[in-house]
């Protein structure tokens, strides 16, 4: 409930909230978001509670948790109730997208008074199914507009309704239900519990908004980049979210320098194996990187199933065997040149040891562009984030400390 000052504060702003409505109508979710987080709490609850249900709903669904919570006890009691329950599901789930219902009817309603409702009801709020329900919310049936429309007026829904419809659990996951959707292009879903109780729908568009979003996270959340930070995301803020990472990557760039630090007699001794170190760890770098990026696509899409992930290993290490052996013949041959340029003892044995680096720093790279994610996604975490920070540091330790090892060894 909004206490008097609250209620002050509003009648005060009724122009710039009045504005900001008619400017959040015109605009798409999101950039109706990026405007309203501008605003206070007690300004975005008087502009949702005078828009559409399903439209503040939608909002909502997009703005920070943490603004969200704050404002579920200042808005209408319609929208608070139903993004209450929205809030009861995982963020990346059905459930968090839900918008309320419009009327449901009973299966053996007639048609004409199906209609009546739905006329007044669908001047506040757009309706695109009728829903037909059991006495306890349990979804019976789904009813086209046009198929109503064109009935006749004495039918009841049973007769015309599409029974046991598609719908979505709650709890689906986003990913999940974009590849239930693929062959469904229907314009709402709608969504029931455990029970198959009716509880809310949502919008196709809405999902792919939801999806089309994270993966344009993708690629800063491989470099520590939070999905939530956005260009209008205040720099205090994006430091919190990046810093961190930042710190951890710093940690693992020590632990290469550290493998180089135990090598420094043998690189004080053949001194053309520094200017090999980068090109190494380069190329595994990026073994690394193609064998992550397909990975990362094959979870994403649910193309991984269980038990491929030791086929992908298999494939991955294949693939760094072959080019690993093309690449290295490359930098086996320019190290020979190299070292008979710059008077090095043993060019032959060095073009050995870079060439045997760079198979076996190609082969653990794609294997690890593999492991890193699978490992992530078991343990529970986000397979995205930061990958690219433990991979590098794993290609750039074995590939810098393979090398090393092999030159004080053979030479």
Not at 107 to 135: C, E, G, H, P
Not at 293 to 312: D, F, H, I, Q, W
Not at 387 to 397: K, Y
Request: glycine fraction near 6%; proline fraction near 5%; aromatic fraction near 6%.
């Amino acid at each position: 409930m909004n206490n008097p000052d609250d209620n002050e504060d509003i009648t005060q702003n009724a122009d710039r909230i009045d504005q900001l409505v008619h400017s959040v109508r015109r605009r798409a979710p999101l950039d109706a978001v990026i405007l309203l987080e501008r605003e206070n709490d007690i300004t975005i609850a008087a502009v949702l509670e005078k828009l559409d249900n399903e439209l503040a709903v939608r909002l909502l669904s997009h703005l920070p948790p943490e603004r969200t919570e704050e404002l579920v006890s200042d808005i209408d009691a319609t929208i608070g109730a139903q993004w209450s329950l929205n809030l009861n599901y995982d963020e990346n789930s059905v459930g968090r997208l839900m918008e309320p219902l419009p009327p449901t009817f009973s299966s053996l309603s007639i048609v004409k008074d199906v209609i009546d409702t739905l006329r007044t009801v669908a001047k506040k709020q757009n309706i695109i199914y009728a829903f037909a329900v059991s006495d306890d919310m349990k979804l019976e049936g789904v009813v086209v507009m046009r198929d109503l429309l064109l009935a006749n007026p004495t039918d009841s829904l049973e007769d015309i309704m599409v029974s046991e419809p598609f719908y979505f659990n709650a709890e689906t996951s986003i990913e999940d239900a974009m590849s239930a959707v693929l062959m469904r292009h229907y314009p709402i879903y709608p969504v029931c519990d455990d029970q198959k109780t009716l509880i809310g729908f949502v919008h196709g568009y809405a999902m792919f908004e939801k999806r089309t979003f994270q993966l344009t996270a993708l690629p800063g959340s491989m470099m520590g980049v939070e999905k939530v930070e956005q260009v209008a995301t205040p720099w205090a803020t994006c430091l919190r979210y990046r810093h961190p990472w930042l710190q951890l990557n710093l940690l693992t760039a020590l632990l290469a320098g550290a493998v180089v630090g135990v090598f420094e007699d043998t690189i004080a001794r053949v001194v053309v194996l520094a200017a090999f170190l980068p090109v190494l760890a380069g190329q595994s770098g990026n073994t690394g990187c193609q064998a992550l990026a397909v990975t990362l696509r094959s979870m994403t899409l649910n193309e991984l199933k269980p038990g491929m992930g030791k086929y992908l290993v298999m494939k991955e290490a294949v693939l760094g065997l072959s080019n690993g052996l093309l690449v290295g013949l490359t930098a086996g041959a320019t190290m020979f040149f190299y070292a008979n340029v710059m008077g090095a003892e043993s060019p032959m044995t060095l073009a050995i040891v870079v060439t045997v680096s760079m198979i076996g720093a190609c082969i653990a790279s794609g294997i690890i562009g593999v492991m890193v994610p699978l490992t992530l996604s078991r343990i529970g975490a986000d397979p995205v984030t930061a990958s690219t920070i433990f991979l590098t540091t794993a290609t750039d330790v074995l590939s810098i400390g393979l090398l090393l090892a092999l030159a004080t060894v053979m030479i």
